[in-house]
T-cell receptor, first 109, second 116 residues
C-alpha cells in the first residue's frame, strides 16, 4: 500500500528553528509537495521537490532524498502565525497526489 | 483576481438526502480536483477533471458520489442518499496546467458537510 508518515504534532518556540520530517512509500515518485493549512482554512502551497537536495524559499526550506524516501520542511525564525498543520504530499506513478495526515505545529511565545 | 470559491461553506443534511456542492475554480485553470478531508487527516483524492473531461474518478468512495464539469469551468460534486460517514470537509482545487503531477494546486475554502 501507499503510505506517508509525518509526526502528528510538534511544539516549538517563537524565533527558533523546527524541522518537520516526512517519509513515504509510494508506487513510483513524481514529486513531493509541502502545503500549510491553518485551522478551518484551505491548504496553501509551500514547496515542491522532484530532485534530491535542498530548496530554499525565505524562512522555509524543503529537502528531498529519493533513495531514502525522505523529506523534511525546515522553518526558521518561527513566528506565531506559523502555527498550522503542515501537509506532505507525494505524486505517485499514476500522477495522483497521496497526502500525509499532516503535522500540527504549535508555536509558543 | 479571485481565488477558488466553494458553496455552500456549510451544509447540514439529514441522512438519506441528496446534496450538491459547487466549486468555482480560478478562471482559465485547466485542472480541477475534488478531495475529501476528515478532521485531523490529510485530503483524500476523489476525482480529477482536465477541462470538461473527468480523467480520474478512482477516489470516489461509492456510486452515490458523482461529479461533473460540463463546460470546463464550474464543477459540482453530488452525493446521493447521504450517510453519516460522508460527513467531512470537501475541498476543491484548481491548477493552470493539464499535468496534475508537478504544479501547485490552489484550494478553495471547502464545504463542511455534516450528515445527521
Amino acid at each position: 500500500g501507499q503510505n506517508i508518515d509525518q509526526p502528528t504534532e510538534m511544539t516549538a518556540t517563537e524565533g527558533a528553528i523546527v524541522q518537520i520530517n516526512c517519509t513515504y512509500q509510494t508506487s513510483g515518485f513524481n514529486g513531493l509537495f509541502w502545503y500549510q493549512q491553518h485551522a478551518g482554512e484551505a491548504p496553501t502551497f509551500l514547496s515542491y521537490n522532484v530532485l534530491d537536495g535542498l530548496e530554499e524559499k525565505g524562512r522555509f526550506s524543503s529537502f528531498l532524498s529519493r533513495s531514502k524516501g525522505y523529506s523534511y520542511l525546515l522553518l526558521k525564525e518561527l513566528q506565531m502565525k506559523d502555527s498550522a498543520s503542515y501537509l506532505c504530499a507525494v505524486t505517485d506513478s499514476n500522477y495522483q497526489l497521496i497526502w500525509g495526515a499532516g503535522t500540527k505545529l504549535i508555536i509558543k511565545p | 483576481g479571485a481565488g477558488v470559491s466553494q458553496s455552500p461553506r456549510y451544509k447540514v443534511a439529514k441522512r438519506g438526502q441528496d446534496v450538491a456542492l459547487r466549486c468555482d475554480p480560478i478562471s482559465g485553470h485547466v485542472s480541477l480536483f475534488w478531495y475529501q478531508q476528515a478532521l485531523g487527516q490529510g485530503p483524500e483524492f476523489l476525482t480529477y477533471f482536465q477541462n470538461e473531461a473527468q480523467l480520474d474518478k478512482s477516489g470516489l468512495p461509492s456510486d452515490r458520489f458523482f461529479a461533473e464539469r460540463p463546460e470546463g469551468s464550474v464543477s459540482t460534486l453530488k452525493i446521493q442518499r447521504t450517510q453519516q460517514e460522508d460527513s467531512a470537509v470537501y475541498l476543491c482545487a484548481s491548477s493552470p496546467v493539464g499535468d496534475q503531477s508537478s504544479y501547485e494546486q490552489y484550494f478553495g475554502p471547502g464545504t463542511r458537510l455534516t450528515v445527521t
